[in-house]
């Protein structure tokens, strides 16, 4: 029976299956078999070869044709960004043997070889070529040609003009080709007239006044002449709505809290001579077209402060964040100030503690005053959200291709495990700046902050980039004080990448030759004392200040002569040879006391400094040179510095004062204070990466002798009188303190008895300065005495003496 089964299975499998294999059959060969592609094929480049392109193609000999694959091929093709879009195309043609011929034809877009400007004026070039690199615009010599993007570059240009007062400029780009593959583009530009606002007017206000609500706008400003020439009388929306802003803030910041401007109107006035109206000077003053701009205000009332409610704060106590608000029950309402303490100080306070997700919602309540009613009050309540307190897992930086990453981290004032300190941090930028390794670092710009949210960690990541850390430079030229000469410097701030200071100097030249080598360690034993030692040598040839009296033709002709000092016999000169070496070291106040900003910008320091040094008369006069003077110097130091960078500071000032003493052992016995401050402000473009600023310096210092070596009393020498070195003293006159005066020759001045030479000289006691005695050599003047009191320059240069006070000023 089970036999039978099989047998009547296997039949019927017979029977269905084989029907069905043929019917299969049947149908896969009246199914019509899909065209492969014989070959695909590129035409119309030109600069471009073919393979590069291929390169980019997925379809290729041999596959089965797959219409959406070769779309997919063609959208590839045009995002390479070298090929026109319009006439790049793909065609499909029958092949020979029955498949199918693949043709992209492409039109490549031109190199662009020249840009030229014409009819520009008010902007220039360099800055227009600044502005399409900056934005991106993608139009540059060299490179690819792209239509929109020539659009996108003649839009830019319109907003530079209209930035400069031009808003109704016209420009167009006209293309001139240079070759199959190369184009020149030429930007015609017709400025139109300037337009410029000659009136800026408030209405609705019935309590500020018009001038004090202009007062607060900086960027905008009635037209003229300082406002002319800083641009600040040009339409310009953005920096408009920013003004308007300070002007919200202004009447705010007065109780006013409800106050507002409403959308200004702007009038055309017509042509108007604006800049300098009285005369029609070129450059002071034209004929432009003017604006009247009309901004509504509205006061509202004025609001004092009412009950002050904190929520959300457990950091800080009620009391201490309202003492950092300031809000006074009673007292105006300052919404300026409120926002600033709020959003600034409050912040900077909660990131000290680790607290960088502080965010901070104020909801003001405004109700009637029942003592006055033109009066309301204000009700605040301020609700904190602190968030997670932070701790620093891991600190990074990238871009240190040389500099050891030990010599970044050791400038931060936190370390990976400590509670995270936002004040720290931006104090660590700034010390990182201050070491002059890298470009300027931006505290927001430059710090990638990632958070852990449910752990409470951060990872910092500081990106830099690395200065040049050696310069080598060859100068030479001609100069008052060292005549003709040639100068050799070689300097690395960053030695072996670990932060060493090395320098060596040379010159020579017909009157002056120098050397000195410098080495520093910022760091000893990993703490931060910086110390090091440097030596030194000097030799200077000059003309005595007296020399214009003396009788000694030769020496005059020197002196006088445009380039007699490169010529003049040595022997009408004075000679002045130094050398020495010095040990200095430095740390901050804060490896002495409590860490905090001011502690952390400020070091004190020691110097020693061992020199000999010595004078010797021109050859002419008949006195010999003096003995080999010995400096003992220790100077003490103190200095505050807080700017933005070694280099070309945009922020911050610094404050040096230092005390020299000379006494320990050598032959001089002096005094010098000295005090030096600098400081730098941003005065315009205050947001961007290129401020324009302004700094001064002033630099003051005294010198004295509290003594009197037996040696160099016995000098007897203008040299050396009154214990006080020449070369220490300070003076006017020179390229490197006021210009266009002889050296030395402004002050000081002291009452002497004659011009003589640099040995055995006899000051003045008398009154009337009258000369009492007189010795004569061949490079002294004629034998008249005369009253020189106080105005007179000396053969050397000119000492300190009891009648004055040896101060210096710069």
């Known amino acids: ?63 089965p044709y797959n219409p959406a694959q070769v779309e997919r091929d063609l959208q590839a093709i045009l995002a390479l960004g070298f090929f026109d879009k319009v006439g790049t195309s793909v065609s499909i043609e ?87 593959t190369s184009v020149a583009i030429t930007f015609a530009v017709n400025e139109g007239t300037r337009v410029g606002f000659a009136e800026v007017r408030f209405e609705g206000s019935k309590v500020f006044k018009n001038s004090k609500l202009r007062d607060q706008m900086k960027y905008v400003k009635e037209a003229g002449l300082i ?32 106050a507002r401007h409403g959308e200004p109107r702007i009038e055309g006035l017509g042509p108007r001579r ?166 300027p670092i931006d505290k927001e710009k430059d710090a990638d902050y990632r958070m852990n949210d449910e752990e409470g960690l951060v990872d910092v990541t500081v990106k830099v980039s690395e200065k040049g850390r050696q310069q080598i430079s060859f100068n030479g030229g001609i100069s008052g004080i060292g005549g003709s000469f040639f100068g050799l410097d070689y300097s690395t701030n960053n030695l072996f990448g670990r932060g060493e200071v090395l320098s060596i100097n040379l010159a020579a030249g017909n009157r002056q030759r120098s050397f000195q080598f410098s080495f520093t360690e910022p760091y000893i034993r990993n703490r931060p004392v910086t110390a090091g030692f440097s030596v030194f040598a000097y030799s200077q040839k000059f003309f005595g200040e007296g020399t214009f009296l003396s009788q000694n033709t030769n020496a005059q002709q020197g002196l006088f002569s445009t380039l007699g000092f490169l010529n003049t016999s040595e022997e009408n000169l004075f000679t002045r040879n130094s050398i020495g070496a010095s040990i200095f070291a430095s740390a901050p106040l804060s490896e002495f006391y409590k860490k905090r900003p001011f502690t952390q910008f ?43 960078a ?32 600098t400081q730098f402000f941003k005065v315009r473009k205050k947001r961007s990466d290129n401020p324009e600023v302004f700094g001064f310096r002033i630099l003051a210092g005294t010198v004295g002798s509290f003594a009197t070596s037996s040696k160099v009393r016995n000098a007897n020498s203008l040299a050396f009188v009154d214990g006080v070195p020449i070369y220490e003293r300070f003076f006017l006159g020179d390229e490197f303190t006021i210009r266009g005066y002889n050296v030395r020759s402004i002050s000081p001045v002291t009452p002497l008895d004659t011009f003589v030479t640099s040995k055995n000289v006899v000051i003045a006691t008398n009154p009337s300065g009258i000369s009492r005695r007189s010795e004569l050599s061949p490079a002294a003047p004629a034998p008249t005495a005369f009253p020189c009191r106080g105005f007179i320059p000396l053969p050397a240069p000119i000492p300190r003496c009891s009648e004055i006070s040896n101060t210096g000023f710069r």
């Open 227 to 258: 406002t002319r020439f800083r641009d600040q009388d040009i339409l310009d929306r953005e920096k408009l709505d920013y003004d308007l802003h300070h002007v919200d803030s202004y009447m705010r910041s007065k109780g006013y809290l409800q």
């Open 94 to 180: 029958d092949g020979p043997r029955g498949g199918v011929i693949v043709t992209f034809h492409v039109t490549e877009l031109p190199i662009i070889r020249d840009i030229q400007f014409e009819g520009l004026h008010s902007v220039s070039e360099s800055d227009v070529l600044k502005a399409f690199r900056e934005r991106r615009v993608g139009v540059s010599k060299e490179a690819i040609k792209d239509p929109v993007k020539v659009r996108t570059a003649t839009r830019v240009l319109k907003e530079l003009l209209s930035a400069k007062g031009h808003p109704n400029a016209v420009v167009t780009a006209d293309e001139e080709k240079v070759s199959a």
């Open 602 to 644: 400020s070091r004190i320091g020691l110097s020693y400094q061992l020199a000999m040094s010595s004078v010797k008369d021109p050859a002419v006069n008949a006195s010999g040179s003096t003995s080999n003077i010995l400096t003992s110097r220790a100077t003490a130091t103190f200095a505050y510095d807080t700017r933005n």
């Open 274 to 439: 604006t800049g300098f109206p009285i005369l029609p000077l070129p450059f002071l003053s034209s004929v432009d077209d003017t604006l009247r701009i009309t901004v509504p205000i509205i006061d509202g009332k004025l609001y004092r402060v009412g009950d002050v409610k904190i929520e959300g704060n457990s950091i800080f106590s009620e009391q201490i964040i309202k003492a950092v608000l300031g809000l006074q029950k009673g007292e105006v309402a300052n919404g300026d100030a409120l926002s600033k303490a709020l959003y600034e100080n409050l912040k900077k306070a909660y990131g000290a503690q680790g607290f960088i997700q502080y965010t901070a919602e104020v909801t003001p309540t405004f109700k009637e005053s029942p003592q006055n009613p033109n009066e309301g009050i204000a009700d605040f309540t301020i609700t904190i959200d602190e968030g997670k307190q932070f701790t620093l897992r891991r600190l990074e930086f990238t871009g240190n291709t040389f500099t050891r990453d030990n010599v970044l981290r050791r400038e931060v004032l936190i370390n990976e495990g400590d509670i995270y300190n936002q004040a720290y941090f931006e104090v660590s930028i700034t010390r990182l700046n201050q070491l002059g390794y890298f470009n």
């Open 646 to 677: 070694s280099i070309d500071p945009t922020a911050g000032r610094s404050l040096s004062i230092g005390l020299g003493l000379s006494g320990l052992g050598g032959d001089v016995r002096s005094y010098e204070p000295t005090a030096e401050f």
């Open 1 to 63: 029976m089970h036999s039978y089964r099989v047998v009547w299975l296997a039949v019927l499998t017979i029977i269905i299956g084989v029907p069905s294999v043929f019917l299969a059959n049947r149908a896969r060969a009246q199914q019509p078999q899909p065209r492969l592609v014989e070959s695909v094929e590129v035409l119309g480049n030109r600069r471009l070869r073919k393979d590069d392109i291929v390169y980019y193609i997925q379809t290729r000999a041999g596959d």
